[in-house]
């Protein structure tokens, strides 16, 4: 019970939030299982794993040159996928952040529609 | 059935060959007609979740949708160990329904699966429809309202009633990804369907413990510290207790 207000006691909790989950990305994630996990693990079992395409049309996009999967190129292995984590997480945290703010701030008469959340764009 | 040897064959080489697919589908696993009818399923409820988002929410969620997307995005990093040499991780779905509701948290996942796809090729971006309708959509929509209407029944506002509500519908919403993923790859052809279900279900349903166990701390930790901002906060009663006795 305080008096603060709510606005303050918002930005307490998304501060706490946000550095829960940059700690999981960047200090948890080098300690992940490495296992195959349920689909991987059924596709090699039943032999389809090998019909996942090679040159997909991600690796076509401009992010292919800067993450391997989890991993930022071009430094040290061991912070590639604490750095892609961090990045990562900042990346879906300021997007739902703003598809959420382009939404309802236009919420009265306004109907721009975006039909998507934008792609990313840095 | 691959037998002792091929499986540590596969096992051994997996590291090199194969990215972590999770249950993210790659390009190559669906056909194309199941990708189109998945794409449209998917947009077509993505379409309504923003309109909904538009009338329903207000300022002071969106923070929360930004939080929301980043604890999903870093928990889906963490593959945890299953017993069988197996790992799987949180999908969420039911957690951000929880915390945003079906429609905010549908935007939600959506933006996590975009992300995954384009930045880091985690999950094909022919077959992102299923992906964020296996993942995404059915612990939204039918995690939530399974959550929802078990906690109606076992007390709306009580933990006992909140907490076994959260932990069968994240169960259950990882045990049905498991099961569209299957009829999704049999309908493709790519494997018997019979084969696809035991497999998909065999591991699934201990890796749906691990998000029960999750999306359990996540709410828990909301309950405790901030329950009004829970898309259905539980409501105070409105006699806590009586001044006087008798």
Not at chain 2, 58 to 68: D, H
């Amino acid at each position: 019970m305080t008096n603060r207000p709510n606005y303050t006691r918002n930005g307490t909790f998304v501060i706490l939030g946000l550095s829960a989950a940059l700690v999981i990305a960047v200090l948890l994630s080098p300690f992940a299982s490495s296992d195959p996990d349920g689909l991987d693990r059924v596709a090699e079992d039943h032999d389809f794993a090998k019909q996942a395409e090679e040159d997909t049309v991600a690796k076509q996009l401009p992010f292919y040159s800067v993450f391997e999967e989890y991993a930022l190129r071009g430094v040290p292995e061991a912070v590639a996928t604490p750095l892609a984590g961090l990045i990562g997480t900042l990346t879906v945290f300021g997007m739902a952040w703003g598809a959420g703010k382009l939404l309802v701030k236009g919420s009265v008469q306004d109907s721009t529609d975006s039909d998507l959340p934008d792609r990313p764009s840095n | 059935m691959g037998d002792l040897s091929s499986l540590i064959f596969w096992s051994g080489l997996h590291g090199v060959l194969f990215p972590q697919l999770a249950l993210h589908i790659p390009d190559g696993f669906l056909s194309l007609p199941v990708s189109l009818v998945t794409w449209v399923m998917a947009i077509a409820l993505i379409a309504t979740a923003l309109g909904r988002v538009k009338g329903e929410h207000q300022e002071r969620t969106v923070p929360l949708m930004g939080v929301c997307a980043a604890f999903i995005f870093a928990a889906q990093m963490i593959n945890f160990p299953i017993p069988g040499g197996t790992s799987g991780h949180l999908l969420g779905g039911t957690l951000a329904g929880v915390l945003l509701g079906p429609w905010a948290g549908t935007l939600v996942m959506t933006v996590v699966f975009i992300v995954q796809a384009a930045l880091f090729q985690d999950g094909g971006l022919t077959v992102l429809g299923a992906n964020i309708f296996n993942m995404g959509l059915i612990g939204t929509f039918g995690g939530y309202y399974l959550y929802k209407a078990l906690r109606s029944t076992l007390g709306f506002n009580s933990w006992r009633g909140m907490s076994i509500a959260v932990a069968i519908a994240s169960w259950t919403s990882v045990v049905l990804a498991s099961v569209a993923t299957a009829l999704q790859l049999a309908i493709s052809g790519t494997v018997s369907l019979t084969v696809a279900l035991i497999a998909m279900l065999g591991w699934h349903i201990l890796i749906g413990i691990g998000e029960a166990i999750i999306t359990l701390i996540a709410t828990s930790y909301v309950w405790r510290v901030r329950p009004d901002l829970l898309y259905d906060p539980p409501q105070r009663s409105p006699l806590p207790r009586p001044l006087v006795q008798r």
